[in-house]
Structures are given as structure tokens and as C-alpha cells.
């Protein structure tokens, strides 16, 4: 049974940062593309950030040089370290993880960003 884990979210000043961790099981990590979506209220689930079996990683425009996202094989956890936080980046942000056809999900973590 794959189980992916978001922690990390929480309140946080405009400047701030924040580490949001994906612990997943049943799914490696290192073997399947993994992605952070971000959602906030009244609009549509939008990508953040994704990293790929060999490492590579692509990004939203919107977060390019300030997130990044990276792969920690051995505790089979992707993490996104999210700084200079705006206002606008508030939400809950969700990991995932395609496997094949199969995309899985976690129940997200709420990033609340103050001015």
C-alpha cells in the first residue's frame, strides 16, 4: 500500500521559509517521478515543483528561485525548502508520485503565509 506523508506546513511570516517533507511508503522515492502540487481555496491544484528518477527538477515560474526540491533516497523522502514566502503562496500543498499510469497522493499540509 503506497503512503505518501506531507509534514512541515505551518504559519509563517512574508520572507519566511518553511521545509515541507514527503515521507512515502510502498513507493520508492528514487524510482518514480515525485511532484509537489499546491492548492488554494477557490482555485485549481497547480504544480510546484517535481524531481525525476535521475534527479532533475522543473519548476512553476511562480516559485523559481526561491522553493527547491530535493530527494533524500535513503530516508525515501522528498522535501521542499520553500523561501522568501509571499502572501500569495498560501495553501495546502500536496506530494505525489507517479507510478506507471498510477498517480498517488498525500492528504497535504497547510502553508499560511501572513503579511
Known amino acids: 500500500q503506497v503512503q505518501l506523508v506531507e509534514s512541515g506546513g505551518g504559519l509563517v511570516q512574508a520572507g519566511g521559509s518553511l521545509r515541507l517533507s514527503c515521507a512515502a511508503s510502498?513507493?520508492?522515492?528514487?524510482?518514480?517521478?515525485m511532484g509537489w502540487f499546491r492548492q488554494a481555496p477557490g482555485k485549481q491544484r497547480e504544480l510546484v515543483a517535481s524531481?525525476?528518477?535521475?534527479?532533475?527538477?522543473n519548476y512553476a515560474d511562480f516559485v523559481k528561485g526561491r522553493f527547491i526540491i530535493s530527494r533524500d533516497n535513503a530516508k525515501n523522502t522528498v522535501y521542499l525548502q520553500t523561501n522568501s514566502l509571499k502572501p500569495e503562496d498560501t495553501g495546502v500543498y500536496y506530494c505525489?508520485?507517479?507510478?506507471?499510469?498510477?498517480?498517488?497522493w498525500g492528504q497535504g499540509t497547510q502553508v499560511t503565509v501572513s503579511s
Open positions: 524531481i525525476s528518477r535521475s534527479g532533475t527538477t
Open positions: 510502498g513507493i520508492l522515492a528514487s524510482s518514480n517521478v
Open positions: 505525489n508520485a507517479y507510478e506507471g499510469l498510477t498517480i498517488y
